[in-house]
C-alpha cells in the first residue's frame, strides 16, 4: 500500500456515492488533468489528529520530531487539530497530577507552533469527567478549550476564500446536540453561495472506518442530509478517533479519517507485518490538504517514522 499517494482530487465528474480507498489510476489521472489547468493554490493545511501525547515511549520526541517534519518538508499555513491531544483525561481512574502532567506535554511539545496558528478540535479523551466535582475548573469541556486556545467547543473562522467549521461531536450517542446543530444550520445558510467549506469533527461523519471498528456520528443522515442542501459549499469534512486513514466520497463532498499521529497509541504495533505502530493496516502519520481557489481539495496521508 503506497499511502502518500492515497489522495483524491475533489474534481467534477467524479460519481455520487462512490467510496474510494486509494490505488486507482483514474485519481492519478484526475488530479493531473487538474494540475494541468492551473488552478491556484489558496492554502496548504496541515491536519494532525490522535496525538495522545504522554510520557513513555519517548513519545513527546517523536511528536517533536514529526512536527518538525512538517514545518520543513511542508511549510503549511496553519494546522487543524482533530483531538485527543492528551492520552487520556476521560477513564475513570484518571487524578487531577496525570491530566496535568498530560497537557504540560502537550504545552512542551506544541511550544515550536508559536509562529502558527492551530485550530483544534475536542476528543473524546481530552475531557476530565471524574473531577471532584462539576465546579471544579478542570472538569469537562470548558477546561478543554482553555488548553487548546479554542474560541468555544464549537466554532468557524475564514481563511482567504474557505470557511472552516469546528464541530465537537461529544454529546450522546456522538452526535450534535441540539443547540449546536441548530448553530451549524444557521451557519451553512449565512455563508455565501459557492464559498468552499471545510468541516472538522473529531468522530467521523460518513466512512468506512466507522462500519470496521464503529466510533461514527450516530446523526450522519441527518448531517448528511443538511451537507446534501449546501452541496455547492460543503467540500470536505475532516476527523480521527479511528486511527485509521480512509477517505470516501458521498454527494460529492469527501470525508477523510486521517489516521492518527500516535498510530497505536504509540505503541509497537498490532501486526509485524504491516509495520511498527500500526493500527489494522494504517501507519502512524498526519494529512496534508491542498486547497485551491476553485473549491477542489486534496487530502494526502503521510506516514511518520517510529
Not at 10 to 28: D, N, R, S
Not at 156 to 169: A, E, Q, T
Not at 176 to 181: I, P, T, V
Not at 184 to 209: C, D, R, V
Amino acid at each position: 500500500m503506497n499511502i502518500k499517494r492515497r489522495s483524491l482530487l475533489k474534481a467534477a465528474g467524479l460519481a455520487t456515492g462512490l467510496v474510494v480507498t486509494g490505488g486507482l489510476p483514474a485519481l492519478a489521472l484526475e488530479k493531473e488533468k487538474a494540475e494541468k489547468k492551473g488552478k491556484k493554490l489558496s492554502l496548504k493545511v496541515a491536519h494532525i489528529t490522535d496525538v495522545h501525547i504522554r510520557k513513555g515511549e519517548n513519545a513527546p520526541e517523536r511528536f517533536k520530531k514529526c512536527l518538525k517534519e512538517i514545518i520543513s518538508k511542508h511549510k503549511p499555513d496553519f494546522f487543524l487539530n482533530g483531538g485527543d491531544s492528551i492520552n487520556d483525561a476521560s477513564y475513570d481512574n484518571v487524578v487531577r497530577e496525570q491530566v496535568t502532567e498530560q497537557w504540560a506535554i502537550w504545552d512542551d511539545c506544541t511550544a515550536m507552533l508559536a509562529a502558527y496558528e492551530v485550530h483544534s478540535c475536542i476528543g473524546n479523551h481530552d475531557t476530565w469527567w471524574k473531577a471532584p466535582s462539576e465546579t471544579d475548573e478542570m472538569y469537562g469541556k470548558d477546561y478543554v478549550v482553555k488548553r487548546l486556545k479554542i474560541p468555544h467547543r464549537y466554532y468557524s473562522f475564514r481563511k482567504k476564500n474557505w470557511h472552516f467549521i469546528v464541530l465537537d461531536g461529544n454529546n450522546s450517542k456522538i452526535s450534535l446536540d441540539k443547540e449546536q446543530f441548530s448553530w451549524l444550520e444557521q451557519e451553512l445558510e449565512k455563508i455565501p453561495a459557492g464559498t468552499p467549506t471545510l468541516l472538522m469533527s473529531h468522530y467521523p461523519i460518513l466512512g468506512t472506518t466507522q462500519v470496521l471498528v464503529g466510533g461514527g456520528h450516530s446523526d450522519c443522515k441527518k448531517l448528511k442530509d443538511l451537507f446534501y442542501k449546501h452541496r455547492d459549499k460543503v467540500k470536505i469534512c475532516l476527523s480521527g478517533h479511528n486511527h485509521l486513514s480512509d477517505h470516501t466520497l458521498y454527494n460529492d463532498v469527501l470525508y477523510c479519517c486521517n489516521g492518527a499521529m500516535s498510530g497505536f497509541w504509540w505503541g509497537k504495533g498490532d501486526a509485524e507485518s504491516a509495520g511498527p505502530g500500526y493500527y489494522l493496516e494504517t501507519p502512524p502519520g498526519y494529512a496534508i490538504l491542498k486547497m485551491y481557489d476553485d473549491g477542489s481539495v486534496e487530502n494526502d496521508y503521510f506516514p511518520h517514522t517510529y
